[in-house]
């Protein structure tokens, strides 16, 4: 047998298993992503807003999301003008939850391609 064939069946072999290992690792981080922003987002009367975050997968990767009240993700995460004057205070959550997602995913990825 040919040593390059044999190098490129190994890398093709190496590439496949962090491919899977990838896909695994973009589930659980997008899964805990909505955990934490569930846990740390605002609660209104009934918590709508908090119980609203989903994910769902979009091509390559996957998308974290409030299906409940997406109109108030950027007003809670900014703050806004009061009617009377003045603002509101920003209840920045959102930007947290993306800051750990982000070093998760760094993480994990080196963990799995040297292993």
């Known amino acids: 047998m040919d040593i390059g064939n044999l190098i490129a069946e190994s890398l ?20 805990e992503t909505v955990d934490y922003l569930r846990s740390s987002s605002p609660k209104g009367r009934r918590g709508k ?10 091509g390559t990767g996957y998308v974290v ?10 007003i809670l995460e900014k703050g806004h003008a009061k009617r009377n004057g003045g603002r509101t205070q920003a209840q920045p959550h959102i930007i947290d939850a993306e800051r750990a997602a982000i070093s998760s995913m760094e993480k994990r990825t080196e963990e799995a391609i040297k292993s």
């Open 12 to 31: 093709a072999e190496y590439t496949e298993e962090v491919k899977q290992e990838l896909e695994v690792i973009k589930e659980t981080v997008a899964d």
């Open 49 to 58: 807003y908090a119980k609203g975050w989903r994910k769902k997968k979009d």
């Open 65 to 74: 999301y409030n299906s409940t009240d997406y109109r108030l993700t950027h």
